[in-house]
């Protein structure tokens, strides 16, 4: 089963929010809630595809000097391997006030609290979990 390396942003304002963004219910794990991310191409480093992601599905503008490694996580679903390499992401006022579903994607900011209001796949699991410790 081969093995999609995934790049995920924790993308936080004011230490207050997050952004988390809805899964198009015909992709994998369609319908449920995200952090933004997306695959990370041959070459590319795992910070410059944040940068490029969280631009191409968010319209969220960062710089790599913004992120700080939160976490790793293999996850084998059924019919998928995902390894996430997932980064905390400080976003500006202006910036997070433009971010958007550039992909017609449903997107939020929420607290930390809510973030059990919403479903996640289950490989985000230990990422909700590092952000309710970290923002409680």
């Not at 500006?92 to 059990?116: F, I, P, S, T």
Request: aromatic share 8%.
């Amino acid at each position: 089963m081969k093995e999609v390396h995934v790049a995920v942003a924790v993308a936080v304002v004011n230490e207050a929010e997050v952004l988390i963004a809805k899964r198009p219910d015909d992709k994998h794990q369609g319908g449920l809630w995200e952090f933004p991310g997306g695959k990370v191409e041959f070459g590319e480093t795992v910070t410059a595809a944040l940068v490029r992601e969280l631009d191409e599905e968010v319209a969220l503008s960062t710089a790599e000097s913004n992120m700080t490694e939160l976490m790793q996580i293999p996850f084998e679903y059924p019919d998928k391997k995902v390894f996430l390499d997932v980064y905390w992401v400080e976003v500006g006022v202006n910036d997070a006030l433009l971010a958007h579903g550039a992909e017609g994607q449903e997107v939020r900011w929420v607290k930390a609290h809510q973030l059990a209001d919403f479903q996640f796949p289950a490989a985000n699991q230990p990422i909700l979990d590092a952000i309710i410790q970290r923002l409680s």
